[in-house]
């Protein structure tokens, strides 16, 4: 299918190619586009197709053009990687996306690039393969580095669409509440199987406390998914704080037994003294 499908796109090629269409003389540079002026290359289809487009190159300079031709995050095939445009004139070279039988239904991205002297255009691909659509995300790996001060956590793309994540972070410690982020949309998209660890900045945290962060993630149409972990905070000062309340605690209690030991021992022989005379 592979092999009909590339010959087809040279035998197009030839006769594409061969047939320029004539350009308005001038002196500007030399562009690359979808044909039919469409300002991104657009194709659907289902998994297991190959699905086909054409990429204009115009050449409106007084010599030939000679074009490299190369797609990037995609499985792009062109009819000619390689094209000369006369002097003045426009080639239509045709390419084709093969869609493999395991892409998920959904949204995917790509680039075609054209490069010649010395100049590098870029054409968005965007394909759509059919299917049942779903947005799923899921928060992994979360931990707390409390020395810089930060969270660390993975956002993994689930479904079959392109999601823009959301993010909320609450961290509780044994009196109360220490960090309450409300949900905010993240600066990223995920493509379906995309995956990015990123981090949360948590300048002032606690200086000594025991704390459960937990960061939950959402995106339109997913349902929300949160993670957590268990973190322990104990600065030098702090730690040096509460051992001196401590050791003050531990001394005025010893000075108290001292203090009633000592008064009873005293006032025991005293009042025993005092009882045998009497009786004397």
Not at 183 to 212: F, H, K, M, Q, Y
Request: proline share 9%; no cysteine.
């Amino acid at each position: 299918m592979r092999a009909a499908v590339r010959s087809g796109l040279v035998a197009a090629a030839t006769a594409l190619v061969g047939a320029v269409a004539a350009a308005p003389p001038g002196d500007r540079a030399w562009t690359a586009a979808p044909a039919a002026g469409r300002p991104y290359a657009y194709l659907e289809g289902p998994a297991g197709s190959v699905l086909q487009d054409t990429l204009s190159v115009t050449n409106p300079g007084a010599g030939p053009l000679t074009v490299r031709l190369a797609g990037e995050g995609a499985p792009v095939a062109f009819a000619a990687r390689t094209v000369t445009v006369p002097a003045r004139t426009r080639a239509d070279v045709p390419f084709a996306v093969t869609v493999t039988a395991d892409t998920p239904p959904g949204d995917h991205r790509g680039t075609v690039r054209a490069t010649a002297a010395g100049r590098e255009l870029s054409v968005e691909l965007l394909l759509r393969v059919s299917g049942p659509r779903l947005a799923a995300l899921t928060v992994e790996d979360v931990s707390v580095d409390e020395a810089a001060g930060t969270l660390r956590y993975t956002l993994v793309n689930r479904g079959t669409t392109v999601l823009a994540p959301t993010l909320a972070v609450r961290a509780e410690g044994l009196l109360g509440t220490v960090l309450d982020r409300p949900e905010r949309t993240l600066p990223l998209t995920l493509r379906p199987g995309e995956r990015t660890t990123r981090t949360e900045p948590w300048p002032d945290p606690p200086a000594l406390d025991s704390v459960t962060v937990r960061l939950t993630a959402g995106a339109p149409g997913a349902a929300p998914a949160t993670a957590r972990t268990e973190a322990a905070f104990a600065s030098g000062p702090a730690l040096a704080g509460a051992a001196g309340l401590l050791l003050a605690a531990a001394g005025g209690g010893a000075y108290g037994i001292r203090y009633r030991y000592g008064t009873r021992r005293r006032g025991g022989p005293r009042t025993q003294r005092a009882s045998t005379g009497a009786t004397s």
